[in-house]
T-cell receptor, first 106, second 118 residues
Framework: DVQLTQFPSTLSASVGDRVTITCRAS??????LAWYQQQPGKAPKLLIY???RLESGVAARFSGSGSETQFTLTINSLQPEDFATYFC????????FGQGTKVDIK | QVHLVQSGPEVKNPGASVTVSCQAS????????IAWVRQAPGQRFEWVGW????????DYAPRFQGRVTMTTDTSTRTAYMELRSLTSDDAAIFYC?????????????WGQGTLLTV
């Protein structure tokens, strides 16, 4: 199985900050990586797929980059509704998930 | 508008079976596969399996093979997941999700989740 290591596990930030979350794969997954946002008690929401493609309807302050084994999710100018948990998912070989990063208010 | 609506919370005894349903609307059901994942408390998401809504062929994660059965009913646009021989380790929120492409792909829509208590 492809293992995904995501860090940090928790990130404290303020409205307007730029935040970056990293996801590292145990083997090359090309660009077969997605990022999701999950609010407490809600279903996950797709933000980014194929490492850098913005899902339709998702705010442009979200962006993704990377390939092979190293990937990042960046949120520019953090908004109040962005305080949530974010996790990565690889789909190069079945599906596995990162452990999540909780973004909370500093 | 795409929606996946799952059945309600379940409470089961160890050794029992549970069936969770996932009814789709807002798109052509047979055009997208359905995946099932679970999230145990404090744990990362774990893929359980997926099913082609076009062929009805399922594919299960190795650790669930022999204990899970996934089916679809195209007449009601509903996918089902049955998990048998439950243990306390199976307590989790189970989600169905639409697979965005034709193979392994991102999950572009998710159900609201079904809480399983064992």
């Amino acid at each position: 199985d492809v293992q995904l290591t995501q860090f940090p596990s928790t990130l404290s930030a303020s409205v307007g900050d730029r935040v970056t979350i990293t996801c590292r794969a145990s083997e090359s997954i090309s660009k077969m990586l997605a990022w999701y946002q999950q609010q407490p008690g809600k279903a996950p929401k797709l933000l980014i797929y194929q490492a850098s493609r913005l899902e339709s309807g998702v705010a442009a302050r979200f962006s993704g980059s990377g390939s092979e084994t190293q990937f990042t999710l960046t949120i520019n100018s953090l908004q109040p509704e962005d305080f949530a948990t974010y996790f990565c998912q690889q789909y190069n070989n079945y599906w596995t998930f990162g452990q999540g990063t909780k973004v909370d208010i500093k | 508008q795409v929606h996946l609506v799952q059945s309600g919370p379940e409470v089961k005894n160890p050794g029992a079976s549970v069936t969770v349903s996932c009814q789709a609307s807002g798109y052509i059901f047979k055009d997208y596969s359905i995946a099932w994942v679970r999230q145990a408390p404090g744990q990362r998401f774990e893929w359980v399996g997926w099913i082609s809504t076009y062929t009805g062929d399922p594919d299960y994660a190795p650790r669930f093979q022999g204990r899970v059965t996934m089916t679809t009913d195209t007449s009601t646009r509903t996918a089902y997941m049955e998990l048998r021989s439950l243990t306390s380790d199976d307590a989790a929120i189970f989600y169905c999700a639409r697979v965005g492409g034709t193979g392994y792909d991102q999950f572009d829509y998710w159900g609201q989740g079904t809480l399983l208590t064992v």
